[in-house]
């Protein structure tokens, strides 16, 4: 059988069934299976015989045991599903809306490969890791210059993820849905190297995410330090922290 | 097309994820979340890339879910062929020089043992759930049989389905045509 690639005429059905079928199956090499995303979109017999395999194929999916992913995997997806907004579009080749344009780019955090480090490995691994990956990723708007995970200090699980676009400007963004007893708050400070104390950068709440100026504050440096702990509702009465770590991070500079 | 199982309705929970419903994402997720990890996990083969792909799948069908046409195929389908096809660019872009971690290898051997305990003849254990694809199956010889499985279920490319079946590589690749010939005609 001959390789319908860069053949423009059109093939039999038989041919293009087989084509389908394996593009389902998955036994295309990568290149014959990228022609065949580059074509779906434009080729409606293709489109058709693509959507008859997987029909055909689907129940073989019962095949594979069922795995329960862990509690973090929502967690994660959760986060990821707020920053991106579903598509008003009946077709995927409609032309973008005004309102659309916090479209589904994949951030730095969703990228593959950061969480796996974190759940993995130690925290300064992670960072490094994390901060390899980061500048492998897709052009994005402003790569964040620095970055921090904060950890839990007890079972190093991480709880949030500090991204700093610029020296002057830092977003706090929640993994999951900190617990939080109904009478404290949880309040964020950072202390550089040097600094005589941590400075509070405010309450946080738990789960939402945060964007904090740091225009009061010298530039971010490497190895700063920045920590969650549980204060009274209104935070430290005495500008300091006063109850317990609960999420504990350093930064660290992107390359 | 009825979508099975239960009476989950994925038609209508693809619906609400297009018109910006959290919860409704959160229970397709809750219905189908450990099953599409098991698919993901077979042919990714390794754990945690397994948890990005449906991270991955998840966010895909969240902001993709107004493209879902029926008149294309069912939802649940839909929805696995979202999580196959971003496993499958993944093994394939990787060159597939896929390293297995060690808890994922131990559960892939584990698993390989209890099929060939169960069955000398067949890796796979087909059963009636298959429906008509089962009976068509059947109707393959073994070894075309198990070409499609293992491409199918584990992600195989064709050489390292040679590589399981001991065969030459390009009967493999014909054994996989035909396969696919014979299980269109069976299914029609």
């Known amino acids: ?255 | 097309m009825p979508d099975t199982p239960g009476d989950f309705d994925y038609e209508a929970a693809l619906a609400a994820c297009a018109a910006g419903d959290r919860q409704a994402m959160h229970r397709l997720y809750q219905q189908e979340g450990a099953r599409l990890l098991g698919v993901a996990l077979r042919i990714v083969r390794q754990r945690a890339l397994a948890e990005d792909i449906v991270h991955d799948a998840c966010v895909n069908i969240w902001t993709r879910a107004a493209s879902y046409d029926p008149r294309r195929g069912s939802a649940r389908g839909w929805i696995y062929s979202v999580v196959r096809n971003l496993a499958l660019n993944a093994v394939r872009d990787a060159g597939r020089h896929v390293d297995v971690d060690d808890t994922t290898k131990q559960a892939l051997e584990a698993d390989m043992s209890v099929q060939a305990h169960h069955e000398v003849e067949e890796t796979f254990a087909l059963n009636a759930s298959l429906g008509r694809l089962q009976h068509c199956l059947e109707a393959l010889d073994p070894a075309r049989r198990n070409c499609v499985l293992h491409a199918y279920v584990d992600g195989c490319s064709h050489g390292e389905i040679a590589e399981r079946l001991g065969a030459p590589l390009g009967t493999v690749k014909a054994w996989i045509r035909r396969s696919l010939v014979s299980l269109r005609e069976c299914m029609a």
């Open chain 1, 1 to 255: 059988m001959t390789d319908q690639r860069n053949t423009p005429s059109t093939p039999s059905p038989e041919d293009l069934s087989v084509l389908a079928g394996e593009y389902v199956l998955g036994t295309l090499p990568a290149a014959e299976r990228q022609g065949v995303q580059q074509r779906l979109p434009g080729d409606k017999a293709l489109q058709q015989a693509v959507a008859e395999w997987e029909a055909r194929l689907l129940p073989l999916t019962q095949l594979a045991e069922p795995i329960s992913p862990p509690a973090v995997l929502w967690a994660r997806i959760d986060q990821s599903l707020r920053a991106a907004s579903p598509q008003q579009t009946a077709t995927p080749v409609a032309p973008p809306r005004a309102e659309t344009k916090r479209k589904p780019s994949v951030r730095w955090w969703d990228h593959l490969g950061l969480w796996r480090a974190l759940a993995g490995s130690g925290f300064a691994m992670a960072a490094v890791l994390a901060a390899v990956l980061v500048t492998r990723t897709a052009p994005v708007a402003a790569p964040p210059q620095f970055m921090v995970v904060l950890v839990a200090p007890h079972d190093k699980a991480p709880g949030w993820v500090v991204q700093a676009s610029s020296p002057r400007q830092i977003s706090l963004i929640p993994l999951g849905m900190a617990e939080v007893p109904a009478d404290k708050a949880l309040e964020f400070w950072t202390k550089a190297d040097g600094w005589s104390g941590p400075v509070s950068l405010g309450l946080v709440q738990p789960g939402q995410p945060l964007q904090i100026p740091l225009d009061k504050l010298p530039p971010l440096q490497p190895n700063q330090l920045f920590e969650l702990t549980l204060e009274p509702p209104t935070g430290s009465p005495i500008g300091k922290p006063t109850g317990p770590i609960q999420f504990i991070g350093r930064a660290v500079k992107v390359l």
